[in-house]
């Protein structure tokens, strides 16, 4: 099974010159925990809910904040003919719960989950691998590291 199968398309995409109260709203608005941020009809970033608590809210900084200052610049994605299951193996192996999904001219087209993964395919084994790599201890909450995302 394809990634186009499983993925969600409708997507909204934040600018990086909006602010995070903006982003906070489309992501309850949507209810969603990750928005592309695009500019120039390009993926520029990525903006979670844990990246606005950790590198904003955790850091004293204001709502006001521009995205740009805290999404993460480093673009995972995949395509929308790549194989379900690859793509799941390397979700865990990225410790990413979603990914963006772009066509072969590298332009947005959706966002792919473990949760779609799962419900797509019937299978709960490698959705259910991946949330097994993304889970694993690794946070200083669990006495380790913390890792990047």
Same mark, same amino acid.
């Given at each position: 099974m394809r990634v186009a199968d499983a993925m969600s398309r409708d997507v909204r995409v934040a600018n990086p010159d909006q602010s995070l109260i903006d982003a906070a709203k489309m992501m309850a608005e949507s209810d969603c925990g990750v928005l592309p941020v695009g500019e120039n009809d390009r993926l520029v970033g990525m903006l979670t809910d844990r990246d606005i608590v950790v590198r904003a809210i955790a850091q004293g900084k204001s709502g006001d904040t521009r995205i740009r200052d805290v999404m993460s610049p480093d673009v995972k994605y995949c395509f929308e003919e790549d194989d379900l299951d690859d793509v799941a193996r390397n979700m865990g192996d990225? $410790?990413?719960?979603r990914l963006p999904v772009v066509n072969r001219d590298k332009r947005?087209?959706? /966002?792919? &989950?473990? +949760?779609? /993964? &799962? /419900?797509? &395919? +019937?299978? !709960? $084994?490698? !959705? +259910?691998? !991946?949330l097994s790599s993304i889970s694993a201890p690794g946070s200083q909450h669990a006495g380790g590291q913390a890792r990047p995302h």
């Open positions: 990225l $410790q990413m719960r947005l087209t959706g /966002i792919v &989950s473990l +949760g779609d /993964i &799962s /419900i797509t &395919s +019937g299978e !709960a $084994q490698p !959705a +259910g691998e !991946a």
